[in-house]
């Protein structure tokens, strides 16, 4: 399979060369970039020298010839590219907002016309793995509501409210330097940000509501002095009481055979770099906390974007994202 990463010089860009270096049946020949055309990948991404000798280059739509096109793009640039993929026979995973929501919805949350909207599975292969299996195009979640959801996923029907408090790392900000992302702004701190208005919540009442939730839905992220990760703490307050046993049970049950959420201690540490979602549980009875750890960058964005183009062409889903996390 023939892979095109069109705006591969974030973040996520380097994250999808990075892991697919490792897939058994995918080969990136079209790294895109505007700004670096002509320059090679290493000398941005310098951590995957000797790795590949891709050069940045910026062709047209028409011509670029691959059989997967991932969108790293910007939110609302997006929208000018997946029909134009779509028509020359490409399937598209779109790494940015732009399909994730009701075209309504999405024009409220971000504040944009939507110039060329159609309905796209949203891609949590957990919960929606067979909406996205085979299909041409697919819309990558976000990284808050990828953790989030998976945190409060089993309970969700049985929850009245649910209120996540994030906690993200620095490179969710992208690479782009800014006040707010400055090494003494962030350095031994911890801040909250878009405190009641984030536009991730859009996502997460969306896949809530999609579980049959009626609950209410709150969140609150905070940036702290990491590169990499989300810690996600979902307060989930329950109509009924559970006791832990009952909480655990229903957590196993729900996540049974999911290869990528593994019930245990969530420390950011140990799934840096993987696609893995770590999540542990506790009840006092009427409020049930769940915590989950993702890397922003994987589960949260790149690696995510792989599993579902691996449930999309038939490959194996784990295919280029079988790796450890890195810990210490």
Same mark, same amino acid.
């Given at each position: 399979?023939?892979?095109?990463?069109?705006?591969?010089?974030?973040? =996520?860009?380097?994250?999808?060369?990075?892991?697919?270096?490792?897939?058994?049946?995918?080969?990136?020949?079209?790294?895109?970039?505007?700004?670096?055309?002509?320059?090679?990948?290493?000398?941005?991404?310098?951590?995957?020298?000797?790795? =590949?000798?891709?050069?940045?280059?910026?062709?047209?739509?028409?011509?670029?010839?691959?059989?997967?096109?991932?969108?790293?793009?910007? &939110? =609302?640039?997006?929208?000018?590219? %997946?029909?134009?993929?779509?028509?020359?026979?490409?399937?598209?995973?779109?790494?940015?907002?732009?399909?994730?929501?009701?075209?309504? %919805?999405?024009?409220?949350?971000?504040?944009?016309?939507?110039?060329?909207?159609?309905?796209?599975?949203?891609?949590?292969?957990?919960? &929606?793995?067979?909406?996205?299996?085979?299909?041409?195009?697919?819309?990558?979640?976000?990284?808050?509501?990828?953790?989030?959801?998976?945190?409060?996923?089993?309970?969700?029907?049985?929850?009245?409210?649910?209120?996540?408090?994030?906690?993200?790392?620095?490179?969710?900000?992208?690479?782009?330097?800014?006040?707010?992302?400055?090494?003494?702004?962030?350095?031994?701190?911890?801040?909250?940000?878009?405190?009641?208005?984030?536009?991730?919540?859009?996502?997460?009442?969306?896949?809530?509501?999609?579980?049959?939730?009626?609950?209410?839905?709150?969140?609150?992220?905070?940036? %702290?002095?990491?590169?990499?990760?989300?810690?996600? =703490?979902?307060?989930?307050?329950?109509?009924?009481?559970?006791?832990?046993?009952?909480?655990?049970?229903?957590?196993?049950k729900y996540y049974e055979g999911e290869f990528f959420v593994r019930l245990q201690?969530?420390?950011?540490?140990?799934?840096?770099?993987?696609?893995?979602?770590?999540?542990?549980?506790?009840?006092?009875?009427?409020?049930?906390?769940?915590?989950?750890?993702?890397?922003?960058?994987?589960?949260?964005?790149?690696?995510?974007?792989?599993?579902?183009?691996?449930?999309?062409?038939?490959?194996?889903?784990?295919?280029?994202?079988?790796?450890?996390?890195?810990?210490?």
């Open positions: 399979m023939k892979i095109a990463i069109i705006g591969a010089s974030g973040y =996520t860009g380097g994250d999808l060369i990075r892991l697919l270096l490792t897939h058994s049946a995918a080969e990136v020949v079209t790294a895109t970039s505007r700004k670096l055309d002509g320059k090679r990948v290493d000398s941005v991404h310098p951590h995957l020298k000797g790795l =590949t000798d891709l050069t940045f280059r910026n062709p047209s739509v028409d011509r670029m010839d691959a059989d997967v096109a991932f969108l790293a793009v910007p &939110h =609302t640039a997006a929208m000018g590219y %997946v029909r134009g993929l779509l028509e020359r026979g490409m399937k598209v995973v779109d790494l940015s907002a732009d399909y994730r929501l009701p075209k309504e %919805v999405f024009e409220k949350t971000y504040g944009v016309p939507h110039t060329d909207y159609f309905p796209a599975p949203y891609g949590l292969p957990e919960l &929606h793995r067979d909406e996205v299996k085979g299909v041409p195009f697919v819309s990558n979640p976000g990284c808050f509501p990828t953790g989030a959801t998976l945190a409060a996923a089993p309970l969700a029907k049985m929850a009245k409210a649910v209120i996540f408090d994030s906690k993200t790392g620095v490179s969710g900000a992208g690479n782009s330097p800014s006040a707010t992302t400055h090494y003494p702004a962030v350095a031994d701190n911890i801040g909250p940000y878009k405190w009641t208005r984030h536009r991730h919540l859009a996502e997460m009442k969306q896949e809530l509501a999609r579980l049959g939730s009626g609950a209410g839905v709150y969140f609150t992220p905070h940036l %702290v002095p990491v590169n990499r990760g989300i810690l996600t =703490t979902a307060h989930i307050l329950l109509r009924e009481p559970l006791e832990q046993k009952e909480v655990e049970a229903l957590y196993r201690a969530p420390v950011l540490a140990a799934v840096r770099g993987t696609n893995f979602c770590d999540i542990a549980v506790e009840s006092e009875g009427e409020r049930v906390v769940a915590v989950s750890a993702i890397d922003n960058l994987v589960k949260g964005a790149s690696g995510q974007a792989i599993q579902n183009m691996n449930l999309m062409c038939g490959f194996p889903e784990q295919d280029g994202l079988r790796g450890a996390g890195v810990l210490p």
